[in-house]
């Protein structure tokens, strides 16, 4: 049997008696599109969600999204605008054709945020541990967009933004990320165990052991001490708090915008996670090989 390649790219296989003596008529293998990894899908709906949370209230999201100017001229103009750009990043991670371009606005739109409007608070109030949780969310955020931008740019000439570089760079984003969410478990413990369903026992020592999770685990992907595992923990655990606090809250007050908003961005920063966990797919839990393309 022998196969030939069409200008079209379909393939045929034409499969020839064995004294060569007749042919069958050339089948067509049709090309299978590339398959789009759960992580970056569920990246993609989280942005999306934000993005219709904007265009629904006509603000910014709440929480990592808040404009320190009050009046800001044109703050609802602008507001739309980030919604819409969310929204089309969203979508255009689950298109192939447009993946790429998307992945990288959603990179350079997270790094915005971080840098104009959580990075100020950092350094005027830096002893205020607040403003170093608003900017570790985003960040863990930034960190997802990233490796999606790095794995699908795999095929452009590497620099450090695309590749196993930039996959190594965005892990070292979210290693530093996360003990910036973690030590807010500790400065606000009592904020933090009104969020604990009370149906579930010990809060305050559930409050701890999440604090200190997240901070092991950027310690594990910092220093290489099972990273993989490390990576995979930690958006476990985001996904369990996520599933057990903001679910719960919204199921109590389905119109309540504070609930919709908690919930969407605690999956974006639960999906940032995940998908620096998941380019660890090809690796075991105590490997620091890199992964194939996304």
Not at 64 to 81: D, H, K, M, N, S
Request: proline letters at 7%; one cysteine or more; a positive charge.
């Amino acid at each position: 049997m022998t196969g030939t390649t069409r200008s079209d790219g379909l393939q045929f296989n034409a499969v020839f008696s064995p004294r060569g003596q007749g042919t069958q008529a050339p089948l067509p293998v049709a090309r299978t599109r590339p398959r789009i990894r759960p992580a970056r899908a569920a990246f993609a709906l989280a942005l999306i969600g934000l993005g219709l949370l904007g265009l629904i209230y006509g603000d910014f999201a709440l929480v990592w999204q808040r404009i320190p100017i009050e009046y800001l001229p044109g703050r609802t103009f602008i507001a739309y605008v980030c919604a819409v750009v969310e929204l089309v990043t969203g979508v255009g991670l689950l298109l192939p054709r447009f993946a790429l371009p998307a992945a990288a606005a959603a990179m350079v739109f997270t790094l915005l945020w971080a840098i104009l409007l959580k990075l100020p608070a950092v350094l005027v109030v830096p002893t205020m541990e607040a403003t170093w949780l608003g900017l570790g969310e985003i960040l863990a955020i930034y960190a997802g967009a990233w490796t999606l931008y790095a794995q699908l740019a795999r095929g452009l000439p590497p620099h450090f933004l695309t590749g196993d570089r930039g996959v190594r760079s965005a892990r070292i984003v979210l290693a530093l990320a996360l003990p910036m969410i973690g030590l807010s478990h500790f400065f606000y413990t009592e904020q933090t165990v009104a969020f604990i369903p009370d149906w579930l026992p010990f809060h305050t020592a559930l409050a701890w052991i999440t604090g200190a999770g997240s901070i092991a685990a950027s310690a594990g992907i910092a220093f290489g001490v099972l990273p993989a595992l490390a990576a995979r923990l930690e958006a476990v655990m985001l996904a369990l708090i996520t599933t057990f606090v903001w679910l719960p809250a919204l199921a109590q007050a389905p119109g309540d915008r504070n609930a919709w908003t908690g919930l969407v961005i605690s999956f974006a920063i639960t999906f940032g996670a995940w998908t620096v966990a998941d380019a660890y797919r090809d690796v075991p839990a105590s490997g620091t090989r890199t992964i194939a393309r996304d």
